[in-house]
């Protein structure tokens, strides 16, 4: 199928700090690469869309079959990067310059203990482990994984917290500890061959979920953190990076509310905001984003990864190792 450039056709008579600033240029995509004659014309139909109305935007989205909810910049940012993937593909075909990163993206979401007024020295302790996998070739949520988790030192659930997560007393009481459900998450990773057969990343909703929760949880159980939780995406950075929003716009709801979409579920039930992180991880991918990691723990520290590192998947998960 060919594939027209806008500038061929007439136009159609589109919780976490903030201060984080934008990558820079991925090495990898250096001067010599971006002098290929296909970015001269991707820049040239890119000022085209950037003139065009928001009825334009979504009349030129409904003819190339696409998505025609968001707002307007976000209508813009989806043309753009359907006209450029296609330019890529035609090109890639030719031997010229593409990008893939993952075959998965593991979307996690911890649910942790928590009071209304946590102490400074609060450790929070995870009590729901969910994951949903997405598969970046199909653009589609494959599987999911959910546990509880019981407590060790406040094993008894605030009010507070029962209320905001869902999570009962007798549902922590009945849930292994949390290095048992750390394996079964290593097995179901192992069994779906991530970090052997298929290349895959972390994906979370701000920084918290592993330089806090995890890091807090895997000290308290006396376990080493895994190798394959040490770096992640923020998909706040990334949708914040890719829309040009700044992060006070990058909350959950603002983000579904933004892609025009609405949350599913039970707002902070760990599985059902895992699955509405994942559904604005795909409509960002279909979108054109080239979601890649862009966080790190080092030394039990949080740091951000420039994109100008090599991309790499999370190493293949093994068992729990101990402290001691």
């Given at each position: 199928?060919?594939?027209?450039?806008?500038?061929?056709?007439?136009?159609?008579?589109?919780?976490?700090?903030?201060?984080?600033?934008?990558?820079?240029?991925?090495?990898?995509q250096?001067?010599?690469?971006?002098?290929?004659?296909?970015?001269?014309?991707?820049?040239?139909?890119?000022?085209?869309?950037?003139?065009?109305?928001?009825?334009?935007?979504?009349?030129?989205?409904?003819e190339?079959?696409?998505?025609?909810?968001?707002?307007?910049?976000?209508?813009?940012?989806?043309l753009?990067?359907?006209?450029?993937?296609?330019?890529?593909?035609?090109?890639?075909?030719?031997?010229g310059?593409?990008?893939t990163?993952?075959?998965?993206?593991?979307?996690?979401?911890?649910?942790?203990?928590?009071?209304?007024?946590n102490?400074?020295?609060?450790?929070?302790?995870?009590?729901?482990?969910?994951?949903?996998?997405?598969?970046?070739?199909?653009?589609?949520?494959?599987?999911?994984?959910q546990?509880?988790?019981?407590?060790?030192?406040?094993?008894?659930?605030?009010?507070?917290?029962?209320?905001?997560?869902?999570?009962?007393?007798?549902?922590?009481?009945?849930?292994?500890?949390?290095?048992?459900?750390?394996?079964?998450?290593?097995?179901?990773?192992?069994?779906?061959?991530?970090?052997?057969?298929?290349?895959?990343?972390?994906?979370?909703d701000?920084?918290w979920?592993?330089?806090?929760?995890?890091n807090?949880?895997?000290?308290?159980?006396?376990?080493?953190?895994?190798?394959?939780?040490?770096?992640?995406?923020?998909?706040?950075?990334?949708?914040?990076?890719?829309?040009?929003?700044?992060?006070?716009?990058?909350?959950?709801?603002?983000?579904?509310?933004?892609?025009?979409?609405?949350?599913?579920?039970?707002?902070?039930?760990?599985?059902?905001?895992?699955?509405?992180?994942?559904?604005?991880?795909?409509?960002?991918l279909?979108?054109?984003c080239?979601?890649?990691?862009?966080?790190?723990?080092?030394?039990?520290?949080?740091?951000s990864?420039?994109?100008?590192?090599?991309?790499?998947?999370?190493?293949?998960?093994?068992?729990?190792?101990?402290?001691?």
């Open positions: 199928m060919t594939h027209t450039s806008p500038l061929q056709e007439k136009p159609c008579s589109r919780l976490c700090p903030a201060g984080e600033s934008a990558p820079q240029e991925s090495s990898s250096s001067k010599g690469d971006f002098s290929h004659p296909v970015y001269k014309e991707i820049a040239l139909a890119n000022g085209h869309i950037n003139r065009m109305t928001k009825e334009e935007l979504r009349i030129k989205l409904a190339l079959k696409l998505d025609t909810r968001g707002v307007k910049d976000v209508m813009k940012k989806r753009k990067s359907h006209y450029k993937k296609q330019k890529l593909m035609q090109t890639a075909a030719e031997g310059p593409t990008d990163y993952y075959d998965y993206i593991c979307v996690v979401d911890f649910e942790a203990t928590c009071e209304e007024d102490p400074s020295d609060f450790l929070h302790e995870i009590i729901e482990f969910p994951m949903v996998l997405i598969n970046t070739h199909t653009l589609e949520i494959v599987d999911t994984f546990e509880y988790v019981k407590p060790e030192l406040n094993p008894q659930l605030s009010d507070f917290c029962v209320k905001l997560t869902g999570i009962t007393q007798k549902m922590v009481d009945e849930a292994d500890p949390f290095p048992v459900v750390l394996q079964r998450v290593v097995s179901w990773l192992q069994e779906r061959e991530l970090g052997t057969k298929y290349k895959y990343a972390i994906l979370t701000g920084s979920d592993m330089s806090k929760f995890l807090i949880q895997c000290r308290v159980s006396r376990i080493r953190y895994p190798p394959f939780a040490k770096k992640w995406i923020n998909i706040r950075k990334s949708y914040g990076n890719f829309y040009k929003v700044p992060r006070t716009q990058t909350k959950l709801s603002t983000m579904l509310e933004k892609l025009g979409l609405t949350y599913e579920g039970r707002p902070h039930s760990g599985l059902d905001d895992s699955r509405n992180i994942a559904r604005i991880a795909v409509r960002m279909q979108d054109g080239q979601l890649r990691v862009n966080e790190r723990m080092h030394a039990g520290q949080l740091l990864v420039p994109s100008s590192a090599p991309v790499e998947g999370a190493p293949p998960p093994y068992k729990p190792r101990s402290r001691d």
